[in-house]
């Protein structure tokens, strides 16, 4: 009785580097062996999409229907698939937890080894597409191709949610807002009573300082080269807000003088800058501090750093997806949400049709938005 239809809908392509991108009509195959069909209800727009579009990732095909902060019900599910059923309502996930690896298994990662890091998601894992365009095969983007009215999705991507959720708020927790807060709870482990820096106030970088908050972290200094992104940030439980280009010393010796002459015990990259990603190691206690990178620097960036910083005792860590394994972790920061525990609301800023999508990204581009949530 399984439904084997190819559907036909709207979706927003992105044919080549540097172009806009283009609301399309597209066919969408039905999901295969342990693959799940998904019409999307709303979906965020991420820096991590527009890096796309600028060309600053590598390892991606186009033409490419992109997008990976959605929300949405599931239509039709493939065979094998036992955890999902029409009408569920779901989360794509970004980062998968096929439940079976060795990273799965391990309580000291949620980096799944089926991640775009170790193998193309460009196409199912049955390396081809369902997605075509005028006749031609279209990718796939981290297996989740949010921007279109219907996606296909293998099932270790895909979370179940709670039948009452909101879904143009449950999309934030495909990303942005799960890899801030969880970069505080579960990468750096912020304690109570310590001090926080967090470089960057966008949509990841206020969502962790709501986790630096969640922690009881007693300072929480935001930094920002735009002074427009403090307001909302001291809302979301900033004790202070700098803005480097307000100082002519670097920003880590500015927050070092702050800090006593000592350096704050956690510091967070949010921006996707090595020169940031250096100043906020550099920030940090010496003995104790620990630095986490939460932005995605460019493919082929390299860094380099004094070993000194780490020799006399510092931590550098990375976070990816918050650290929440992904598929378990979900389900429940919904329904943390849902259950008033967390408040997501703040994040979004903008809200458009999905034909508006160009409009979504230009807000994005010129530092106007937080989060803008497209509707379906
Ligand atoms: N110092 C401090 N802040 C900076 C700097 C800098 N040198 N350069 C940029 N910023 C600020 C921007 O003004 C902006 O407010 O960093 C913020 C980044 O926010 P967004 O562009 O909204 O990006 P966001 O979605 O939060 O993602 C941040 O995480 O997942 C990655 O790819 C994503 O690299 C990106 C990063
Ligand atoms: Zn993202
Ligand atoms: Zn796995």
């Known amino acids: 009785t399984r439904d084997k239809k190819v559907i036909t809908c709207r979706a927003a392509v992105a044919w080549e580097v540097g172009k806009p991108l283009s609301i399309e009509e597209v066919e969408v195959s039905p999901p295969k062996a342990r693959e799940v069909r998904v019409k999307l209800v709303a979906t965020g727009i991420c820096r991590t999409d527009d890096h796309v579009l600028r060309g600053a990732l590598e390892g991606i095909d ?5 997008g990976h902060e959605g929300a949405g019900i599931v239509e039709s599910v493939g065979e094998e698939v036992t955890d999902l059923k029409p009408g569920d ?3 794509p996930l970004c980062i998968p937890q096929c439940g079976k690896c060795s990273s799965c298994l391990s309580p000291k990662t949620n980096c799944c080894l089926k991640t775009h890091l170790r193998e193309s998601q460009n196409v199912m894992p049955d390396k081809t597409t369902r997605f075509t365009c005028r006749g031609k095969a279209v990718h796939h983007f981290l297996w989740t191709s949010t921007f279109s009215e219907y996606t296909v999705i293998p099932e270790d991507a895909i979370a179940k949610i709670d039948d009452g959720a909101p879904m143009d708020k449950a ?17 750096a482990k912020v304690d109570p009573g310590s001090c926080c820096a967090v470089f960057g106030l966008g949509g990841i970088g206020l969502s962790t300082v709501l986790g630096c908050k969640a ?3 007693s300072r929480i200094i935001g930094i920002d080269i735009n002074k427009g992104k403090f307001k909302k940030a001291r809302e979301f439980g900033a004790t202070e807000c700098i803005n480097p280009h307000d100082y002519t010393k670097p920003i880590q010796e500015v927050l070092i003088e702050m800090t006593g002459g000592e350096g704050v015990d956690y510091s967070f990259e949010c921006v996707g800058n090595v ?5 906020a190691l550099e920030a940090c206690h010496l003995g104790y501090g ?5 932005g995605e620097a460019p493919s082929a960036a390299q860094l380099s750093f004094s070993p000194l910083l780490l020799f006399t005792g510092r931590t550098w860590k990375g976070s990816i997806f918050g650290g929440w394994k992904s598929k378990d972790s979900v389900p429940k920061l919904v329904a943390d949400y849902m259950a008033k525990k967390i408040d997501v609301d703040g994040l979004v800023t903008h809200t458009f049709p999905f034909e508006e999508i160009n409009q979504g990204f230009e807000v994005l581009r010129s530092g106007k938005s ?3 949530i497209l509707m379906f």
């Open 370 to 372: 937080i989060r803008s």
């Open 89 to 91: 309502k779901v989360v």
């Open 171 to 187: 999309c934030l927790f495909g990303c942005g807002f799960s890899t801030g807060y969880g970069a505080a709870l579960n990468t």
């Open 290 to 294: 620990v630095s986490v990178i939460v």
């Open 215 to 217: 922690a009881g972290a």
């Open 275 to 279: 020169d940031t990603m250096k100043a």
């Open 62 to 66: 186009f033409p490419v229907i992109l």
